[in-house]
């Protein structure tokens, strides 16, 4: 239900990003006139787009559940329920995406984290609590789709609260100027759920189902893992994108190294301590099968959503000072090498194939995207990138695994494991915060309210 309630909003054209940069040109000359066109304009592609593929998909619920699924007669109206839910959770998981990214654009970080955190962890929550008391897979349809629509209303009212804080009723954005500059975006996205998606999709027909259960799994709760860079970026991509082209590549530069170095050091040891603990980490979560079989190709996913991290602020660089067509054509490079490598890698290596492909996949992608935004909009080069952003991060990140690394063997439970946790993150936090530039920490008190 998951994965078919994103495809259905993939069909936003983009307007995400046309949100955030006019959301964020409103709030800051004040005219509600303007925001109010914006987040008319954003509803009508993001929500409406998603309304019409719910539509397509509804309709076409119960020849999907014979004819793809081959859901067994007996169990057939139940699986054409399911599709149907997973339509009507799109339409609303829509509204909670427009809502994001209007947030983002008017600076209400703590609304979007909010948005974000109930989202990631109330789905879940509401559909295992109906399993558990034995509802069965309707009652979990039934919370997939009460649970968005809540969070749907938490999104749109706080929306609702930022727009009376503007006083002036005076702009106007036209439609074709919001969308012109929305539709750069949107191959990017439909590239995204290409290597976010189908892999699994390659697995599962080209190698056994318990092999594409061993990988799908792991993999689809990784991606969860995806909201901590985007919640903790929610704070940063606005200040990146608000950048008008007036100002220079220098000033531009300064402040990018600042939300970069930011940026790292929140989430890399998330990411490192996931790619050292893996085999704990699947045999507790997933059963001992999964972190015998699952571990590398997890680590390399691991590894590609640490690299993908470093694209996060060049694309709000590029949304702001130049558009989104670079960025579209970066992340079909990466979907295109997918389709390339995963017929080839995935039956010779069977899940670690598919994981490297991915990671090969990514670091292309990023490295062409990430150089073009250096060299292109900030006139900055790979050395003063690297001399100015890892260090921090990188030390925390050394004296991190010497701790985990020799210890991992010690975890026998849950309680060891965040025990461990907390304490190699404890002397990460120590090293990174002491490294780090005192306009730095300064920068992270006012930007991030922790």
């Known amino acids: 239900m998951q994965s078919a309630a994103g495809w259905v909003g993939a069909l936003h054209f983009g307007a995400g990003a046309g949100l955030m940069r006019y959301g964020g040109q409103s709030m800051a000359e004040g005219k509600r006139g303007a925001l109010d066109d914006a987040l008319r304009h954003g509803a009508v592609l993001i929500v409406g787009g998603a309304a019409l593929g719910a539509a397509v998909l509804w309709l076409a619920a119960p020849a999907l559940s014979e004819r793809v699924f081959t859901v067994p007669g007996y169990y057939r109206s139940h699986g054409a329920w399911m599709i149907r839910a997973a339509a009507a959770g799109a339409v609303f998981a829509s509204v909670t995406a427009w809502a994001g990214a209007s947030l983002q654009g008017l600076h209400r970080f703590q609304w979007h984290s909010a948005a974000a955190v109930l989202q990631g962890t109330l789905i879940p929550f509401g559909v295992l609590s109906a399993l558990a008391v034995g509802r069965g897979l309707g009652a979990a349809a039934a919370a997939f789709v009460a649970v968005n629509a809540l969070v749907a209303v938490f999104g749109f009212y706080g929306v609702m609260r930022a727009r009376l804080a503007l006083s002036d009723h005076g702009g106007r954005i036209p439609f074709s100027a919001f969308a012109g500059y929305s539709i750069g975006f949107w191959p990017a996205a439909l590239a995204q759920l290409v290597s976010g998606q189908l892999d699994r999709t390659f697995v599962a027909s080209l190698r056994s189902m318990s092999e594409f259960t061993l990988y799908s799994v792991p993999a689809s709760v990784l991606s969860r893992v995806q909201t901590l860079p985007a919640t903790a970026s929610a704070a940063l991509v606005p200040v990146m994108g608000g950048l008008g082209a007036h100002e220079g590549p220098e000033t531009a530069g300064r402040l990018y190294l600042r939300a970069s170095r930011t940026l790292v050091g929140l989430i890399l040891p998330v990411y490192a301590l996931l790619f050292c603990l893996m085999p704990q980490f699947l045999s507790l979560w997933l059963g001992g099968k999964f972190g015998d079989t699952s571990v590398w190709p997890a680590r390399l996913l691991v590894a590609a959503q640490a ?110 494991f965040f025990a461990l946790c907390a304490a190699a993150g404890a002397c990460y936090t120590i090293v990174f915060w002491r490294l780090l530039p005192a306009d730095d920490r300064r920068f992270l008190r006012s930007r991030l309210p922790i």
């Open 307 to 416: 690299i993908a991290l470093f694209s996060y602020l060049p694309a709000s660089v590029a949304t702001g000072r130049h558009n989104g067509y670079w960025y579209s054509v970066t992340y079909w490079v990466q979907a295109l090498l997918c389709l390339a490598l995963w017929p080839w890698m995935i039956p010779k290596w069977g899940l670690l194939g598919a994981s490297l492909g991915s990671l090969i996949a990514q670091f292309a992608s990023s490295a062409l995207f990430v150089s073009f935004v250096h060299a292109r909009l900030l006139s900055l080069s790979w050395l003063r990138f690297a001399r100015e952003t890892l260090p921090p991060a990188s030390a925390g990140v050394a004296v991190l695994l010497a701790l985990a690394w020799p210890l991992r063997v010690r975890v026998t439970g849950w309680l060891t």
